[in-house]
């Protein structure tokens, strides 16, 4: 724990994911999958995102239950405390502060282009509130209060990196170098896990139809029928190709899964149909989630250490957040406490 704290010569790494109901293999294979491994070289920060949840509304026992079991199921994937900090982001009480501040610099115009705020708008629209409008201003205030070097997240969420960076910019601007500015990264294979019914769209956990998604809960004889019923073409051939939308999506998955490329995939299902396929694809899914499942339901059980794992690091991202927001409050002008 002491490592993060000084040990900060280590490039920074900082992301964060909402505890809304049980998370997906996008979300899995776009990003968590993604965050192991920089445990081993950088000085990563991790949290839940909370306070971005409630710009939908949230029931609050479910809601409740969703924050532990998305924190035991971040465990489970391999977020090591020992190397790393893992917080939950209500629990750090800068990151509001810093996205009023940031609010204040950041572009009506800007907010507005923004495509998640126009899709959930149009999908919420008996509560299109003003929190879900300024949601990116919270997300910058998240990453630029440890001034990350680096931010691993899904496509989906390049649109708003990027609007970090123009607010860190704009910040540093007017008043010298306050913030660093992040850079996204994403993926080279499952950046953009698409619906399993509708493979124009994304794999998302608030997706009506569960057939669409996998979780990375579900149990092995869920995942194995939702790959069956997975929609595909008429073609029947096993290639990655313009206009199967369907077929491409499961090889990314397939080739995110076991490291396999295209034209290997290819070469496997040659002369084969797509229930051998997906199958296949089906089965890679249910071993690669086997034994995460298997330490969720450890963890999970353990309400008391997920407490001390949390609180740990919530103490420690509250004093290097603290830092930030100070340097920023006193170049704005604010008479510090
Ligand atoms: P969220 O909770 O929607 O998603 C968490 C991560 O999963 C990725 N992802 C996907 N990747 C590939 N294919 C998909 N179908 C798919 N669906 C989701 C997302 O790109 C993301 O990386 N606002 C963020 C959470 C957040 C955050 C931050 C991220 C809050 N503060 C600071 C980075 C830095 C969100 O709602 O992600």
Same mark, same amino acid.
């Given at each position: ?6 040990k ?5 790494i ?13 979300n899995?294979?776009?990003a968590?999958?993604?965050w192991i491994?920089l445990?081993?070289e950088?000085?990563?920060?991790y949290a839940?995102a909370?306070?971005?949840a409630i710009t939908?509304r949230q029931?609050?026992?479910?809601f409740?239950e ?6 035991a199921?971040l465990?489970?994937? #391999? ?6 900090? !893992?917080?939950?982001? %209500?629990?750090?009480s $800068?990151?509001?502060?810093? /996205?009023w ?5 950041t572009?009506? #115009?800007?907010?507005?282009?923004m495509?998640? !705020?126009?899709d959930? %708008?149009a999908?919420? $629209?008996d509560n299109?509130? /003003?929190?879900l409008?300024?949601y990116?201003?919270?997300?910058a205030g998240?990453?630029l ?7 691993p997240?899904?496509?989906d969420q390049?649109q ?7 607010i860190?910019e704009r910040?540093n601007?007017?008043?010298?170098n306050v913030?660093k500015?992040?850079?996204g ?23 009506e139809?569960a057939?669409s998604?996998?979780?990375?809960l579900?149990k092995p004889e869920?995942?194995?029928k ?7 073409d008429?073609e029947a ?5 313009e206009?199967k939308d369907g077929?491409?999506n499961l090889?990314g998955i397939?080739?995110?899964v076991?490291?396999k490329s295209?034209?290997?995939i290819?070469?496997e299902?040659d ?12 089965e ?11 330490k ?7 309400k008391?250490y997920?407490?001390?794992c949390?609180e740990k690091s919530?103490e420690?991202?509250?004093?290097i957040?603290q ?5 920023a409050m006193?170049k ?6």
């Open positions: 724990m002491q490592q993060t704290e000084t900060e010569r280590k490039k920074v900082f992301s964060a994911i909402q505890p809304t109901g049980t998370f997906t293999l996008g899995y294979l776009g968590i999958r993604n491994p445990q081993e950088f000085n990563c920060i839940l909370d306070l971005h939908v029931d609050p026992k479910k409740r969703n924050i532990y079991e998305a924190y199921l465990l489970a994937c #391999g977020i090591d405390l020992e190397k790393s900090l !893992f917080f939950i982001q %209500s629990h750090v $800068t990151h509001a502060q810093a /996205a501040l940031l609010n204040c610099y572009q009506f #115009g800007e907010l507005s282009r495509t998640q !705020f126009k959930k %708008s999908r919420h $629209t299109i509130n /003003a929190g409008f300024t990116p201003s919270l997300m998240d990453i209060l440890y001034q990350a070097d680096m931010v997240v899904g496509a390049m708003h990196l990027e609007l970090t960076r123009n860190a910040f601007g007017i008043y010298g913030f500015v992040p850079e990264f994403t993926p080279k294979v499952g950046a953009r896990v698409k619906s399993l019914q509708d493979p124009t769209k994304k794999m998302s956990k608030s997706d139809n057939n998604y996998i979780a990375i579900d869920v995942i194995m939702k790959f069956r019923r997975a929609v595909t008429s051939c096993v290639r990655y190709a206009g077929i491409n090889m397939y080739s995110a076991t490291g295209n034209a290997e290819e070469q299902f002369g084969k149909g797509y229930g051998d396929f997906k199958t296949a694809v089906g890679a899914v249910v071993e690669e989630l086997r034994p995460i499942q298997e969720f339901g450890k963890y999970i059980q353990d008391a997920l407490k001390e949390y919530a420690i991202a509250r004093k957040s830092r930030t927001l100070d340097k006193k704005i002008g604010f008479v510090l406490k």
